[in-house]
């Protein structure tokens, strides 16, 4: 059994507790489906993954977020300077947003690092690749199939939710056709950013003690 320290109880309450509070605030403000985002599946999974000292769910959360999160950051800090690289954290600047949803924005920022922190503590599942990939194509596909696209008029709802329509918000890509937009990013997604992240964690990290499945036998 794991050690019940491994996850220290202060760290899991004050997770829970920012948690208890952004779920309630997002839902108001962008609506449920803001949480078909990749971070937001990833904050919600890595709740659960803390509190069952769960080594392959964290894998899993840090193995999906942590190459994307880091381009956030970088973002962010171009930011200060006067630079956007991407444009993804042009609404942490934009004095028309709230400061209080801005300012619950960040966990974007420290989320990374904490699963880097979780994975080195708890060990890291080799099986997160495979199954946070499979986790990303379900998501890509009902994001693409049922949810909002692109709109000027969107105000804070959320659309083109993980950018199955293109990096813009407002407008739709229009370099390839739609699916092969969706294509490239069900198939790169996973190459580009799932892959080189598992490798670097498999070095990190010792593995994890997997469970042993049941022989059958008394």
Same mark, same amino acid.
């Given at each position: *059994?794991?050690? @019940?320290?491994?996850?220290?109880?202060?760290?899991?309450?004050?997770?829970?507790? +920012?948690?208890?509070?952004?779920?309630?605030?997002?839902?108001? @403000?962008?609506?449920?489906?803001? +949480?078909?985002?990749?971070?937001? !599946?990833?904050?919600?999974?890595?709740?659960?993954?803390?509190?069952?000292?769960?080594? &392959?769910?964290?894998? *899993?959360?840090?193995? $999906?977020?942590?190459?994307?999160?880091?381009?956030?950051?970088?973002?962010?800090? =171009?930011?200060?300077? %006067? *630079?956007?690289?991407?444009?993804?954290?042009?609404?942490? +600047?934009?004095?028309?947003?709230?400061?209080?949803? /801005? %300012?619950?924005?960040?966990?974007? %920022?420290?989320?990374?690092?904490? &699963?880097?922190?979780?994975? !080195?503590?708890?060990?890291?599942? @080799?099986? @997160?690749?495979? &199954?946070?990939?499979?986790?990303?194509? !379900?998501?890509?596909?009902?994001?693409?199939?049922? *949810?909002? $696209?692109?709109?000027?008029?969107?105000?804070?709802?959320?659309?083109?939710?993980?950018?199955?329509?293109?990096?813009?918000? #407002?407008? =739709?890509? #229009?370099?390839?056709?739609?699916?092969?937009?969706?294509? $490239?990013?069900?198939?790169?997604?996973?190459?580009?950013? +799932?892959?080189?992240?598992?490798?670097?964690? /498999?070095?990190?990290?010792?593995?994890?003690?997997?469970? !042993?499945?049941?022989?059958?036998?008394?």
């Amino acid at each position: *059994m794991p050690s @019940a320290d491994r996850v220290p109880l202060p760290l899991k309450l004050a997770y829970s507790a +920012f948690v208890a509070v952004l779920v309630p605030v997002y839902a108001s @403000a962008y609506g449920f489906a803001n +949480f078909l985002y990749f971070c937001d !599946v990833a904050l919600l999974m890595t709740l659960v993954a803390i509190w069952r000292e769960d080594a &392959l769910l964290v894998s *899993m959360a840090a193995v $999906g977020i942590l190459a994307p999160q880091m381009l956030w950051i970088a973002d962010f800090a =171009a930011h200060f300077m %006067g *630079m956007s690289v991407t444009g993804m954290t042009d609404y942490m +600047f934009d004095e028309r947003k709230s400061l209080f949803l /801005r %300012g619950l924005s960040l966990f974007h %920022g420290w989320l990374p690092l904490l &699963l880097v922190w979780l994975v !080195v503590r708890l060990g890291y599942d @080799a099986r @997160a690749l495979r &199954l946070w990939s499979a986790l990303s194509v !379900v998501l890509l596909l009902i994001c693409y199939l049922f *949810m909002p $696209g692109p709109s000027p008029d969107a105000g804070n709802a959320a659309v083109n939710i993980n950018y199955v329509h293109g990096m813009s918000d #407002t407008a =739709a890509q #229009t370099f390839v056709h739609p699916l092969v937009w969706l294509a $490239g990013l069900i198939v790169g997604l996973p190459l580009a950013l +799932f892959l080189p992240t598992h490798l670097v964690l /498999r070095k990190l990290a010792a593995p994890s003690a997997c469970p !042993v499945p049941a022989s059958g036998t008394a």
